[in-house]
């Protein structure tokens, strides 16, 4: 009874595990059937991409640059005579003319101590006129002629300095410009380096600012510059570089540089922010394509271009999709500058191309397209 019964266990165990193993080969089966599938259809599948034909456009090579507008002439205008202020001659924001009385300060000390100088002056000058005489019949020494001379070229000195004292007490414009807002009042006391008003002068500006060190070797003075500033939007102002600073910034590797332009209408004021165009080469043709159809990769750059075929579907022509690598260079608002790897009136996907790989079917709809301005402006709401 014993030897019956084993054999039905081995026989049962045996089938159990040939049902095992037969599931799994038919699993395994399935799964490559599926998977085989899958790769036909994304093999099959047809994409729709956006396109940009490469073309050549007229292309000038400019420096881009963040700026800084700075005063040719300016300065926070101070006293350099401590005083009360008696009399205020200007209004904030007020254009005046160089040697205008701007602030006048109380002088009646000063005016009085000059009252003093210049009577002791005269009775020098007589002294003098009447020892000269008495020299004349030897009444007086040479040595005593020499002391009037000196003391009253000692005098003529002191007031001259008095003069000057009190010139300085009635503070005027040193140049032609615009003022800024006031900071002082009249009967307030003025400490020496107090600034009151600022003064700049505005018919011309200077604008500093950075380029990388590489581009030294492309610019020198009276190249011109193109400058823009948000505050008018659409206005390009023209001017030329006039210098490069003298050394290079260690810290980042900027070379300083300097513009002059006109400012007739007096519009831009110093210490505003400016965008700078620095021209740096003459017009030529280069082929630029959208910077939307280039991919970045850590291996490299690259675009997808796309080769015609025979086949059509839903009455649409299909391409097949060659990812290349290309060298850029330039770039220009939505546009880049392509050296190698695109050829002109090649077909590039401008929109798409993630969902690409080398050899992928695709179709073209161009109904809506990726911007390709070479000078976008903000969109203001």
Not at 314 to 330: D, P, S, W
Request: charged share 20%; glycine share 8%; with cysteine.
């Amino acid at each position: 009874m014993k030897k019956p019964l084993k054999k039905l266990n081995m026989t049962i165990m045996l089938v159990c595990v040939g049902i095992v193993f037969g599931g799994l080969y038919a699993f395994q089966q399935y799964k490559s059937l599926v998977a085989g599938r899958a790769v036909t259809e994304i093999q099959n599948k047809i994409e729709v991409v956006s396109t940009y034909t490469a073309s050549k456009q007229r292309w000038t090579e400019k420096i881009t640059a963040i700026g800084n507008l700075v005063a040719i002439k300016g300065a926070d205008l101070s006293p350099q005579v401590a005083g009360n202020v008696t009399r205020i001659n200007f209004s904030s924001g007020q254009d005046v003319l160089q040697g205008t009385v701007l602030i006048e300060q109380d002088t009646t000390q000063e005016i009085a101590q000059l009252l003093s100088l210049e009577a002791q002056e005269e009775y020098a000058r007589q002294t003098l006129e009447r020892d000269l005489e008495q020299y004349k019949v030897n009444a007086v020494s040479k040595q005593q002629i020499d002391l009037d001379w000196s003391n009253l070229k000692n005098l003529e000195g002191e007031v001259q300095n008095q003069l000057a004292l009190i010139a300085k007490m009635n503070i005027k414009a040193p140049f032609d410009g615009r003022l800024g807002i006031r900071l002082v009042s009249v009967g307030q006391y003025l400490n020496v380096g107090t600034p009151y008003v600022s003064l700049q002068q505005l018919d011309e500006l200077f604008v500093d600012f950075y380029i990388p060190q590489r581009f030294l070797g492309t610019v020198q003075a009276e190249q011109e510059i193109e400058i823009t500033v948000d505050t008018y939007p659409g206005k390009v102002i023209k001017g030329k570089l006039i210098a490069i600073n003298s050394e290079v910034d260690i810290n980042n590797g900027n070379a300083l540089i300097r513009g002059r332009f006109k400012n007739p209408d007096k519009k831009l004021l110093p210490g505003m922010f400016v965008d700078v165009n620095l021209v740096i080469s003459a017009p030529k043709e280069e082929i630029t394509l959208p910077q939307t159809a280039i991919t970045y990769h850590s291996y490299g750059v690259t675009v997808y271009v796309l080769k015609k075929t025979a086949r059509k579907t839903n009455g649409k022509i299909v391409y097949l999709a060659e990812e290349r690598f290309i060298q850029t260079g330039a770039k220009r608002g939505d546009q880049v500058v392509v050296i190698r790897g695109v050829e002109e009136n090649a077909l590039v996907v401008s929109a798409g191309q993630i969902k690409l790989h080398n050899g992928s079917a695709v179709t073209i709809d161009n109904s809506v397209l990726p911007k390709n301005d070479p000078d976008p402006k903000p969109v203001e709401h």
